[in-house]
């Protein structure tokens, strides 16, 4: 099956241009001014922007939290993606205490077996660090999970600051790295009894428990890890202004550190919390939104390309779910749905508004994770040869954010209400046509990509 879309602007990270762009066996096989294919169907896309695939480096789907489990699992988090102009994904495999890398890998590649709609991958959380784990290093690798992820904070879950140490300088020695859950685990234990023990138990009490300084000092702290291991590292999900003075000062001291956002950070701010009858509890993740002012530094250091990349965090819960926590705000299981709405959002409120180029939301969207991530230039660009996937986005159409007819699998959409100019039109996975005017209509599609090993060059100034 061939196609051949016309007059798009396509989009890389360093600018656009107006072009032909022929789809043929899965791959793109040419890009040129007025080609022509008999055999093609041709679709004009004549002042659309044409994107590689959108990739979300940072979703949770059937994961097990809180004595309950994310109301995504692959098969509706993938065709969420996939609505919303992600073509990839990757997601958490976890190793769990007393488990090996691949035992852990096992269950993921089990959780994730059924129907994708878009492509996917997994980190691999390390949870347990031993000699034999570190053996298997290499496996992962070969096994093509090519990155890794570590927690500073929760109990199941979390490394002391040598073992991180001795993570970050064997991945460095295998050619790779870790991406970092920063927060100070003890001081925020300390703040959530405290609050309990005054009676605070709403979801206030959440932002209240784990403050930006919490973030700050654990980044902080996984700099000077880095540093002495001399090993390049990322801060996930960075929130806000102090965290990210911590991530520019160890680059300037010789640190390769990257940062990623995600969408929550960006549009959504800490009154929320306050909103009555529980609906505070919809907003808990952690780390938990900031203010407004932080918003504003974000946006600053995305367009600078400060912030590297951002993904969503994707981990979805109902309402019905998050009322586990009505009386105890520790309880509401954590996390925000978000990979729908992540492209849209970006491009609207991102390019449409001014706050960034094309080809910055090019590169935090696709090319970045794409590099870092071991994808490129098999996906993240548009290339001859590349992976045919495409996400054409009309920077006219109009869509309404809201709960009623997304794909996710979640009776709420955080952003209900916002009115977007500029949205997915159609979505193309691997030369495959699944979004058509905005509508996911092919599923099923998605494959496990073998990824190798990131690029980890870090690039400021671009416009
Ligand atoms: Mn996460």
Known sequence: MKTLLKNGILVSGKGTRTADILLADGVISKIGSDLTDASAEEMDVSGKYIYPGFIDAHTHMGLHVAGTVTADDFTTGTAAALAGGTTMIIDFGTQYHGESLAQGLNNWHAMAGGENSCDYSFHMSISEWTPSVKNEVADMIEAGITTFKLYMTYPAMMLDDGEIYEVLKTLKEAGTFAGVHCENAALIDALIRENKAGGFLTPAAHP????????????????????????????????????????????????????????????????????????????????????????????????????????????????????????????????????????????????????????????????????????????????????????????????????????????????????????????????????????????????????????????????
């Open 208 to 463: 209240a428990s784990r403050p930006d300084t919490m973030e700050a000092e654990a980044v902080h702290r996984l700099m000077v890890i880095a540093g002495e291991a001399k090993a390049p590292v990322m801060a996930v999900h960075t929130t806000n202004e102090k965290a990210l003075n911590e991530i520019i000062a160890a680059r300037k001291a010789g640190v390769n550190a990257f940062a990623e956002t995600c969408p929550q950070y960006l549009f959504l701010d800490r009154s929320l919390y306050e909103l009555p009858d529980f609906e505070g509890a919809r907003y808990v993740c952690a780390p938990p939104l900031r203010t407004k002012k932080d918003q504003e530094v974000l946006w600053k250091a995305v367009k600078a390309g400060v912030i590297d990349t951002v993904s969503t965090d994707h981990c979805s819960f109902t309402l019905k779910q998050k009322e586990l926590g009505r009386n105890d705000f520790t309880k509401i299981p954590g996390g925000l749905p978000g990979v729908e709405t992540r492209g849209n959002l970006i491009f609207s409120e991102g390019v449409g508004k001014g706050r960034i180029s094309p080809a910055c939301a090019c590169r935090i969207l696709s090319e970045n994770p794409a590099r870092l991530y071991g994808l490129y230039p098999k996906k993240g660009v548009l290339a001859e040869g590349s992976d045919a996937d495409i996400t054409v986005i009309d920077p006219e159409k109009e869509k309404l954010l809201t709960k009623d007819g997304q794909v996710t699998n979640v009776d709420y959409n955080p952003y209900e209400g916002m009115k977007l100019k500029g949205a997915v039109e159609k979505v193309f996975l691997r030369g495959d046509l699944c979004v058509e005017d905005g509508k996911l209509i092919r599923r099923g599609l998605g494959r496990f990509i073998k990824r190798g090993l990131p690029d980890y060059r870090h690039e400021e100034g671009l416009a």
